[in-house]
């Protein structure tokens, strides 16, 4: 058997409603700023009456900054800004644009989910629909089609992100976009490792965005555990805590640039992480029974024995923490049965759920944490659940040791992922 490549990450980039870019980001979790608020954004559109008017809103993003060419942000939806501009703030880091690098040999895996469509591009469409009063659904077909943009589709599809990075970065090797839910874009990261490994390239852009503070997402909210806890916005994001009573919705996107060591020290690439391990699992959901946390267990054996690590020398887990009261609870039983006494920060509680960008930005702030030597707290843990037996960071940063995370997301619906992250 071949030994095992040593994988780097030499390139961070991070849109999020802390900071847009890896120095304003790391600022706000110094500080232990918040991103979640009210969402007065939608004020226009009756966003007043919204059954959750708060959740964490990328804030002062000019997407003009960074979208080339120009002509195609009539091609893309906020998602695929965010992505777009998170990897080409990865690329600048990791020097690709210096063209020192093969395009057959760079290659994409990004995260994302169901886009949200802006309902005012639809208005016309349904009003041309109506009868009397009633929506008819034959008229659809004809009259609906005529009044959208011709190239209205291409603004909301899943696999866009991958193809205008691939398109702006000419990353001309394999290219790939998965949908699933909260594990979307670790296991970006994860599905790019082995695209390396299986030696069908020397680099990979991998990341995921997403979007869940938008008016089109609220007709979801049956299927999420959302937080109702307006009355102090920055508060309701409380991990792990015995007073939290739900998800907040957030949105943004992450993005790495990885490849070998080799391959990053040949062309004269700084490495600011290495990726030691990454392992998915799944839990099946039977009879409507809840999740008893078996594929979390799973993913973090797995990780670890691909890392070629014992659990004692793990330095973090950056949890899901997704602040609500099933979720939180199997997590930290799972992290508690496999990891002991770990410390754990839970980086929801500074922005909130961004859907299939959450576990990028996870990512990024715990190779963040890795390079300035502390891991940001987790906000608002005050109140200690005990069916939550975890070392949760709170009050202040933990100065690291152990220059190791493990990177946890896991969905309702069974998936879970995890990657061990350490220093250069």
Same mark, same amino acid.
């Given at each position: 058997?071949?030994?095992?490549?040593?994988?780097?990450?030499?390139? %961070?980039?991070?849109?999020?409603?802390?900071?847009?870019?890896?120095?304003?980001?790391?600022?706000?979790?110094?500080?232990?700023?918040?991103?979640?608020?009210?969402?007065?954004?939608?004020?226009?559109?009756?966003?007043?009456?919204?059954?959750?008017?708060?959740?964490?809103?990328?804030?002062?993003?000019?997407?003009?900054?960074?979208?080339?060419?120009?002509?195609?942000?009539?091609?893309?939806? *906020?998602?695929?800004?965010?992505?777009?501009?998170?990897?080409?703030?990865?690329?600048?880091?990791?020097?690709?644009?210096?063209?020192?690098?093969?395009?057959?040999?760079?290659?994409?895996?990004?995260?994302?989910?169901?886009? +949200?469509?802006?309902?005012?591009?639809?208005?016309?469409?349904?009003?041309?629909?109506?009868?009397?009063?009633?929506?008819?659904?034959?008229?659809?077909?004809?009259?609906?089609?005529?009044?959208?943009?011709?190239?209205?589709?291409?603004?909301?599809?899943?696999?866009?992100?991958?193809?205008?990075?691939?398109?702006?970065?000419?990353?001309?090797?394999?290219?790939?976009?998965?949908?699933?839910?909260?594990?979307?874009?670790?296991?970006?990261?994860?599905?790019?490792?082995?695209?390396?490994? *299986?030696?069908?390239?020397?680099?990979?852009?991998?990341?995921?965005?997403?979007?869940?503070?938008?008016?089109?997402?609220?007709?979801?909210?049956?299927?999420?555990? %959302?937080?109702?806890?307006?009355?102090?916005?920055?508060?309701?994001?409380?991990?792990?805590?015995?007073?939290?009573?739900?998800?907040?919705?957030?949105?943004?996107?992450?993005?790495?640039?990885?490849?070998?060591?080799?391959?990053?020290?040949?062309?004269?690439?700084?490495?600011?992480? *290495?990726?030691?391990?990454?392992?998915?699992?799944?839990?099946?959901?039977?009879?409507?029974?809840?999740?008893?946390?078996?594929?979390? *267990?799973?993913?973090?054996?797995?990780?670890?024995?691909?890392?070629?690590?014992?659990?004692?020398?793990?330095?973090?887990?950056?949890?899901?923490?997704?602040?609500? %009261?099933?979720?939180?609870?199997?997590?930290?039983?799972?992290?508690?049965?496999?990891?002991?006494?770990?410390?754990?920060?839970?980086?929801?509680?500074?922005?909130?759920?961004?859907?299939?960008?959450?576990?990028?930005?996870?990512?990024?702030?715990?190779?963040?944490?890795?390079?300035?030597?502390?891991? +940001?707290?987790?906000?608002?843990?005050?109140?200690?659940?005990?069916?939550?037996?975890?070392?949760?960071?709170?009050?202040?940063?933990?100065?690291?040791?152990?220059?190791?995370?493990?990177?946890?997301?896991?969905?309702?619906?069974?998936?879970?992922?995890?990657?061990?992250?350490?220093? +250069?």
């Amino acid at each position: 058997m071949a030994p095992k490549q040593e994988i780097v990450i030499t390139g %961070t980039g991070v849109v999020s409603p802390i900071g847009i870019g890896a120095d304003a980001f790391w600022s706000a979790l110094a500080a232990g700023r918040s991103g979640i608020k009210l969402l007065e954004f939608f004020e226009e559109d009756g966003g007043g009456d919204m059954p959750v008017p708060f959740g964490g809103k990328v804030d002062d993003f000019d997407p003009k900054q960074y979208i080339r060419p120009r002509k195609s942000l009539k091609v893309m939806s *906020r998602d695929i800004q965010f992505a777009f501009a998170a990897a080409d703030m990865a690329c600048a880091e990791a020097g690709l644009h210096n063209g020192r690098i093969d395009p057959e040999r760079l290659g994409i895996v990004f995260g994302s989910e169901m886009i +949200p469509c802006e309902p005012a591009e639809l208005v016309d469409a349904y009003l041309g629909c109506m009868t009397n009063g009633k929506f008819d659904f034959s008229l659809w077909g004809r009259t609906a089609m005529e009044e959208l943009f011709p190239l209205w589709m291409l603004k909301y599809l899943p696999n866009m992100p991958a193809c205008h990075i691939g398109i702006a970065q000419d990353a001309r090797g394999p290219n790939n976009s998965l949908t699933l839910g909260d594990v979307s874009s670790l296991s970006a990261v994860a599905e790019a490792v082995r695209v390396i490994e *299986r030696g069908h390239a020397d680099a990979m852009i991998a990341g995921g965005a997403g979007s869940r503070v938008h008016p089109s997402m609220w007709g979801r909210n049956a299927v999420f555990d %959302t937080s109702h806890h307006s009355d102090d916005p920055a508060a309701a994001a409380r991990p792990f805590d015995a007073h939290r009573d739900g998800m907040i919705c957030g949105e943004g996107a992450g993005a790495f640039v990885i490849e070998t060591r080799r391959h990053a020290e040949s062309r004269g690439a700084e490495i600011i992480a *290495r990726i030691l391990g990454y392992t998915s699992a799944f839990e099946p959901v039977r009879n409507g029974q809840p999740l008893q946390g078996n594929a979390i *267990r799973l993913a973090i054996a797995g990780a670890l024995r691909d890392a070629e690590l014992n659990a004692d020398e793990i330095g973090h887990v950056n949890a899901h923490g997704n602040s609500t %009261t099933l979720d939180d609870r199997i997590e930290a039983a799972a992290i508690r049965q496999m990891l002991g006494d770990v410390p754990v920060t839970a980086p929801k509680s500074f922005f909130g759920n961004h859907g299939a960008g959450s576990g990028a930005v996870e990512a990024a702030t715990s190779i963040l944490a890795l390079r300035h030597g502390e891991v +940001p707290p987790t906000l608002n843990y005050e109140y200690p659940d005990p069916k939550c037996p975890i070392n949760v960071i709170h009050g202040r940063p933990m100065k690291i040791d152990r220059p190791t995370a493990l990177v946890l997301n896991h969905t309702q619906f069974g998936q879970a992922v995890a990657v061990v992250l350490a220093g +250069p």
